[in-house]
């Protein structure tokens, strides 16, 4: 899975860091980054995009680039 963040749709809010933080952090924009995209379970990546507020991660197939969410 091919995780990316939406910078014009991220607001820093966090929730993503506070649930992966192996996988996000926030950059000096205060907007999410990836860090590791294999740094934890699938499971925990889905929870922290499902978290974001503004729907800012995106989740996609490595190997068709369909989008699996949001």
């Known amino acids: 899975m091919k995780i990316r963040v ?10 993503c860091v506070a649930i992966a933080p ?18 934890t379970d699938d499971d925990t990546i889905w929870e922290a995009a499902e978290a974001c507020p503004f729907d800012a991660i995106i989740l996609e197939d490595e190997d068709t680039g369909e989008w699996l969410y949001p």
């Open 6 to 15: 939406d910078r014009e749709l991220c607001k820093g809010a966090g929730s």
């Open 22 to 39: 192996q996988v996000f952090q926030l950059d000096e924009a205060d907007k999410a980054v990836v860090i590791d995209m294999h740094g």
